[in-house]
């Protein structure tokens, strides 16, 4: 009985380590999604799911691919590590309705394998830049740059390099049947899904940025999906164009409530810390200089017209700052950009909340103080004892006794109104009947 029950346990543990070592002998297909504007955080994270599918021999790296565009050196760099991976690169553009636009197009290009799912498009690479207007000069010369930089991709993809450059000259897009269909295609495959995609990938021959080929294998493969960090997560919903503006004007206005109100601190602490992370925003993302300049200059008209007679005019000018400021303040690259749905109502809301809150805070400032010592001056009281010119005497002022000097000779029970207040001596003088009772 104790034999049987050694060659069970010794038949499980055997099998246990025949399906280990199938499964660590199984191929991996290391598979990353993106989803999002092309930034230094989307280069970070392609170069390290490529870094660990070349450190684990993984079979094939698989990019799935949703993007608006982007910035070029940003493109340029997952471009250039996609060329240097030792396992190859497939960049899937899905789910169906997703699009490869501009910065992603030229991803798309550089794969060692292009697919596409149903319903998607690629294409509209014309290049614009980022700091605003440029002569035609130098537009034509960045079109021309982007447009070798995609001819050379395609040629060596074997793609068609006459659409390639038109997509980036002419701003051409193409669905994923005009991408298949064309003779040579812009793409190779076109897959519902992932799991579509690697079965259709199985046993497919494709060459290499550097001439090489290679066989792709991918029976049985198992699918080991890569995320991004929560850093890299954090950092990615910051860049976000609309969630940096959101932050910049959060910014300012937070440090406007501070100034008008000095010691509420956390309007401070919290527009400091939402302009800190605006700025590192700004970083990744293409700023107009002078977009953001006008946004500043908005916030100081708008403050001016809280001190100034203007009748509006600098109110008016500080909101129509603020928005033009806000509409050139990304740029014109594509995707990234703040819509005017989110601006105008931002706009308007801080020009509002500025000039509403302003004004609160400059009546706070001119009304007579209410507690302390300097509330005592204005206020009235009753003279308990005589009180002689240069000779001290008593009053009740708010209920309290306090010394009291007058220069004009002060009956007893004379109501008086306090003129100054030096330490715990108040100077009075005699109030006038008319006036009204003490209080």
Request: contains cysteine; charged residues 15%.
């Amino acid at each position: 009985m104790r034999v049987r029950t050694r060659v069970a346990a010794a038949g499980l543990l055997l099998a246990a380590l025949v399906a280990r070592e199938s499964a660590a002998a199984a191929p991996r297909a290391v598979v990353a999604e993106y989803d999002g504007i092309i930034h230094p955080i989307a280069a970070e994270f392609l170069d390290e799911t490529i870094t660990r599918a070349d450190t684990t021999g993984a079979a094939v790296t698989v990019l799935v691919l949703r993007t608006p565009g982007g910035l070029l050196d940003s493109t340029r760099t997952m471009v250039s590590r996609m060329i240097a991976a030792r396992v190859p690169v497939v960049v899937f553009v899905a789910p169906p309705g997703a699009r490869a636009a501009s910065a992603g197009f030229i991803i798309a290009l550089a794969a060692d394998v292009a697919a596409m799912a149903p319903g998607t498009h690629i294409g509209a690479a014309h290049p614009v830049s980022g700091s605003g207007p440029v002569d035609e000069t130098t537009s034509k010369k960045a079109a021309e740059d982007a447009a070798a930089y995609a001819r050379t991709l395609a040629e060596a993809r074997g793609r068609n390099v006459q659409l390639a450059a038109e997509a980036v000259t002419a701003s051409r897009a193409f669905t994923d049947r005009e991408a298949m269909t064309a003779s040579p295609p812009l793409i190779d495959l076109v897959a519902r899904d992932v799991p579509d995609l690697l079965r259709q990938l199985d046993g497919r021959s494709i060459a290499r940025f550097d001439g090489r080929r290679t066989t792709l294998e991918t029976t049985g493969i198992v699918i080991e999906p890569v995320e991004m960090t929560r850093r890299q997560q954090f950092l990615s919903a910051i860049a976000h164009p609309q969630i940096a503006y959101l932050l910049l004007t959060l910014g300012m206005l937070g440090l406007t409530v501070e100034l008008w109100t000095p010691g509420a601190v956390l309007p401070g602490v919290a527009g400091g810390l939402c302009l800190l992370l605006a700025f590192f925003a700004f970083q990744v993302l293409p700023v107009n200089t002078i977009g953001l300049l006008l946004i500043v200059f908005g916030i100081g008209l708008l403050v001016l017209e809280l001190k100034v007679p203007s009748f509006g005019v600098l109110g008016v000018g500080g909101t129509a700052s603020l928005l033009i400021g806000s509409i050139m303040i990304t740029g014109d690259v594509p995707g990234v950009g703040v819509g005017l749905n989110v601006i105008v109502p931002v706009v308007l809301a801080l020009a509002g909340i500025v000039l509403v809150l302003g004004r609160l805070g400059l009546a706070a400032q001119r009304a007579p103080a209410v507690t302390g010592v300097q509330s005592l001056v204005g206020a009235r009281g009753q003279a308990l004892t005589a009180l002689d010119a240069g000779t001290a005497g008593q009053v009740r002022v708010h209920g309290e006794i306090w010394r009291a000097v007058s220069q004009a000779p002060v009956p007893p029970g004379r109501t008086v109104r306090v003129t100054a207040v030096s330490g715990l001596t108040v100077f009075v003088e005699p109030a006038e009947s008319s006036e009204g009772s003490v209080p």
